[in-house]
């Protein structure tokens, strides 16, 4: 991988390594031979056109598919995982893009779903506190932990999610999508809290299509294309890069128009060189 | 923006911090948010007591002996075997399956009990656990199928429910029917036990002093932990309701038999499944399955095994059901468990307020549900009608329970609720 030498002295151990992962769905390839690397306390961006395997990608590492080949290491060991029990326990959260919370369920329940406190008499009063807590460091605005998901909106979904991934503490948390169903003030949160997250020494993996929160918080932007690896870039790259990276052309309405005022810039610049050098 | 709301205000509780919501305080308040529930289609039992109040008024008007504490003992009696079974049923609507044979199951359990005791001469309670057992194999069957080969729980329990049957026909051989014996324990048990007045008193208490020690615990509780804490008034009003309601009740059936012990073992059935069902793990999980099969999956949830747990617990009843029938009859027959048995025992769970579509319900449906059906057929049998009348009702019963649970559940999902 094409990291720069003083990113990967800043970050901690090698969390999450996957070499070779392939998956076919039939005669369809989602993803071939994918090489992947996430380390503590850093924020990796997957980025990637409609159909790139980035979301087939997060479900092999969340245990919900398994990968037809390739190997997976976390945390130095080679490991497998065969269900979604498997990643939880190994200590990988997922916030998945359809939101995979129970409507008929209220809010303390979702977030402590398989994961609740004394299985044989239920300690709802300590699962509540637990459940303010977490939405409160979120700045979550939900109305009432009692009432069913089904009555909350998407943005309100989408923090219920994300406070259920961080119950168990886990070492890296799987973002698909985390912003694309929230306002401008939710979103800012969730990348906040993207921030505290890595802050914290886990690792986080984070699907989006919105270029401008993925450079506000990602330390790596791993682009894939067509099920493939098509290189990794620094958040400060240029868009023009990024986008012929996902789009795998160079010839396209963004670039043109990145083109066109390089163009421009460099013309007046030539026409301001001119005036003083007459 | 938390902090500073805190700050102006600050013995604002956990769950209270947050201004915009509209909180319904008191009495007064619990009414306005039932109302509330109401109009948005979360009518939970409520339909069934409108219908249990209708059919009485009715059937009283026509037959006054049908609320006699004499009419409604036995009507007790006769609700428990079935109740059993629509228990079972409970379970599997849960998880949004059915169980068709549940019937059948009953029926062969009940003649199983005819043999092993009366003709092979097994201990009555050997029996009865060989019974149970093999119930709960069927259902474990119906489990394996269903996870395992993706059999749909209608196809693989429609195929159990003749299956079933014809191994009843054949273990009964040509006599067709076993009597069980007058004076012995289970027959005593399904047709003469009841409880001492004083049993049945101190019972019909304990609902209340439950809920008076669990809801001061839980506010003690809240209260330490900083959560809003729901209105005493209420809790005392709710505690006072149920438990002179009950103990009218009691003391009412007491003016004629008492309450029978099989009705006894049937609500302790079912409060151990409510509690099974609210207040544990386990519980929770089968609403998650019933409601999102796929969230429950990754939430970590062995799937497989609480279906497996639900077609189980579903056969088991109806096996219990069959045997508690055969006390109740003294006879293990060919009849038993076919005919109405296996549709009644459906329409209580889906009277009751179960869901047919998964994810909602309650153990009390069953009983709620049940008392319905028997009240029924029980006014039909004083008036003297026919079972073909009877059945056309409980049929446009069930056709009603099932068009109000649709159009309750669309209006919640307008009003956006579960």
């Not at chain 1, 969730?190 to 918080?217: C, K, Q, T, Y």
């Not at chain 2, 005791?117 to 093999?134: H, K, S």
């Not at chain 2, 839980?218 to 505690?239: D, M, Q």
């Not at chain 2, 027959?333 to 047919?356: C, F, M």
């Amino acid at each position: 991988m094409n990291e720069s030498p003083e990113r990967s002295a800043s970050v901690g151990e090698l969390v999450l390594s996957l070499r070779g992962i392939s998956k076919h769905f039939g005669a369809v390839s989602a993803l071939t031979d994918i090489d992947f690397d996430v380390h503590a306390g850093e924020v990796v961006a997957l980025v990637g056109d409609n159909g790139a395997g980035k979301s087939t990608l997060v479900k092999i590492l969340a245990g919900v598919h398994q990968p037809s080949s390739g190997t997976i290491n976390f945390r130095g060991r080679a490991v497998t995982l065969p269900d979604p029990r498997a990643a939880l326990t190994l200590g990988i959260a997922t916030v998945f893009q359809d939101l995979a919370l129970c409507e008929n369920l209220d809010v303390v329940a979702n977030i402590f779903l398989g994961n609740e406190l004394s299985p044989l008499r239920l300690d709802e009063v300590a699962m509540e506190m637990r459940a303010w807590t977490l939405l409160n460091e979120l700045s979550a605005r939900i109305p009432s932990v009692r009432e069913a998901v089904a009555s909350l909106s998407g943005g309100q979904r989408q923090t219920v999610a994300i406070a259920r991934s961080l119950l168990l503490e886990p070492k890296l948390i799987l973002l698909d999508e985390p912003t694309a169903a929230l306002g401008v003030a939710q979103t800012a949160e969730v990348l906040n809290l993207i921030d505290r997250v890595r802050a914290r020494g886990l690792g986080v993996v984070m699907i989006s299509h919105n270029m401008e929160d993925v450079r506000a918080v990602a330390d790596r932007i791993v682009v894939l294309r067509l099920g493939r690896n098509n290189g990794v870039f620094e958040p400060d790259a240029s868009n023009q890069d990024l986008v012929s990276a996902i789009t795998g052309a160079s010839n396209n309405a963004v670039s043109r128009r990145a083109e066109r005022l390089r163009m421009e810039r460099d013309h007046s610049d030539s026409e301001q060189a001119g005036e003083q050098h007459p | 923006m938390t902090d500073v709301k805190q700050g102006a205000s600050a013995p604002l509780a956990l769950d209270r911090a947050d201004t915009r919501v509209k909180h319904d305080t008191g009495v007064g308040g619990a009414l306005r948010a039932f109302l509330d529930r109401v109009r948005s289609g979360d009518l939970g039992s409520l339909p069934v007591v409108v219908g249990l109040v209708v059919i009485w008024t009715v059937f009283t008007s026509l037959n006054p002996v049908f609320v006699s504490s004499s009419n409604l003992v036995n009507l007790l009696f006769d609700c428990s075997t079935v109740g059993v079974i629509a228990l079972g049923i409970v379970c599997v609507l849960m998880v949004g399956e059915i169980d068709l044979s549940v019937g059948s199951i009953s029926g062969f359990a009940s003649a199983m009990v005819g043999t092993l005791w009366v003709n092979q001469g097994w201990p009555v309670a050997l029996a009865i656990l060989a019974a149970l057992a093999f119930g709960a194999l069927i259902g474990s069957l119906y489990a394996l199928l269903f996870n395992r080969l993706g059999m749909p729980s209608f196809v693989s329990t429609l195929a159990g429910l003749l299956a079933v049957l014809g191994m009843q026909l054949y273990i009964l051989g040509s006599t067709g029917s076993i009597n069980l014996p007058y004076g012995s324990a289970l027959v005593d048990f399904g047709q003469l036990m009841v409880m001492p007045k004083w049993v049945s008193h101190t019972l019909a208490a304990i609902p209340g002093l439950a809920m008076l020690v669990s809801g001061l615990r839980t506010f003690a509780r809240r209260r330490a932990a900083n959560l809003s804490t729901p209105s005493a008034t209420g809790l005392i009003l709710r505690v006072a309701t149920i438990t002179i309601g009950l103990e009218l009740i009691v003391a009412y059936l007491n003016q004629s038999r008492g309450i029978p012990w099989m009705f006894g073992l049937f609500v302790g059935l079912v409060v151990a499944m409510n509690y099974a069902l609210t207040r544990t793990k386990w519980g929770r999980s089968m609403t998650a399955v019933g409601g999102n099969r796929e969230a429950a999956r990754r939430a970590g949830i062995k799937v497989r095994a609480i279906y497996l747990s639900a077609f189980a617990l579903c056969s088991l009843f109806a096996a219990l059901g069959g045997v508690l029938a055969a006390a109740r009859l003294a006879s293990a027959s060919q009849q038993a468990g076919t005919g109405d048995v296996n549709l009644n025992a459906i329409a209580a769970a889906v009277i009751g307020g179960t869901s047919l579509f998964g994810g909602r319900g309650s153990a009390y449906s069953a009983l709620l549900g049940i008392i319905v059906i028997q009240s029924i057929a029980s006014g039909l049998t004083l008036l003297d009608l026919s079972s073909s009348l009877r059945y056309m009702i409980t049929g446009a019963v069930l056709a009603i329970a099932v068009i109000v649970d649709s159009l309750a559940r669309r209006s919640r999902a307008s009003h956006g609720r579960a």
